[in-house]
């Protein structure tokens, strides 16, 4: 079991700049979650995808946010302007299902908008 | 909206002593679950409580969910250096979605 697997695990960036970050859940689990985890805000859900299907996405901070799930296999998590106050770390996450099951994270993206 | 409070937001402990950690939610919940992040690392999973009033132990490890299946524990004997790190509670409540507690960051001194 290779786990949950994002890339890149550091990206750096200028401010204004988009940014793309990548998500490969566990094979046979159909829910996917991206979180945004910060010292001050703490672990934020930003959006869940069920069987590939966005199901809440009321956590994404704005429009400069979007994200994918083309199938079962893989996510992007966009920002297209980023800004310095994206500077986080990204976290995808995937279960077997909604609610009752574990979540298996993965290593996490350390965004840096400069 | 569902919230998830978790207290104390640190603690540092010595070697050896017990620490807890406290979950509350603001609605009753179907079942309550627990992460373990390591400085740098990310959430893993320990445990998940369904049952009202409900405990498992994992070595060291006590986990307890309340009978009104709003708050829970997690208590660690005598702890280890290994201990460190940030422990979080989630709760799934009748939205079936899973709010995280703003997390526990615990220190143990040698």
């Known amino acids: 079991d290779a786990g949950v697997i994002q890339s890149p695990r550091h990206e750096v960036t200028e401010m204004g700049q988009e940014v793309t970050l990548r998500c490969k859940p566990i094979?046979?689990?159909?829910?996917l979650f991206w979180y945004r985890q910060t010292m001050m805000r703490g672990l934020e859900l930003l959006i869940y995808?069920?069987?590939?299907?966005?199901?809440?996405d009321s956590g994404m901070p704005e429009d400069r946010f979007s994200a994918k799930m083309p199938n079962a296999s893989f996510s992007t998590l966009k920002i297209q302007p980023s800004e310095p106050r994206d500077s986080a770390v990204y976290f995808c996450?995937?279960?077997?299902?909604?609610?009752?099951?574990?979540?298996?994270f993965g290593n996490g993206t350390r965004l840096t908008v400069t | 909206g569902q919230q998830v409070m978790q207290i104390p937001q640190y603690q540092h402990v010595q070697e050896g002593e017990d620490f807890t950690t406290y979950c509350n939610s603001s609605t009753t919940l179907s079942n309550i679950q627990w992460y373990k992040q390591r400085p740098g690392g990310h959430p893993v999973f320990l445990i998940q409580?369904?049952?009202?009033?409900e405990v498992k132990k994992q070595k060291r490890l006590t986990f307890q969910f309340g009978e009104a299946k709003k708050n829970s524990s997690l208590h660690i004997t005598a702890t280890q250096t290994t201990d460190v790190g940030t422990y979080f509670c989630?709760?799934?409540?009748?939205?079936?979605?899973?709010?995280f507690g703003s997390g526990t960051q615990l220190t143990v001194l040698p």
């Open positions: 989630a709760g799934v409540g009748s939205a079936r979605q899973l709010t």
């Open positions: 409580l369904v049952k009202s009033g």
């Open positions: 094979s046979g689990h159909n829910s």
């Open positions: 995808f069920n069987n590939n299907v966005p199901i809440d």
């Open positions: 996450a995937s279960s077997l299902g909604q609610g009752n099951s574990p979540l298996h």
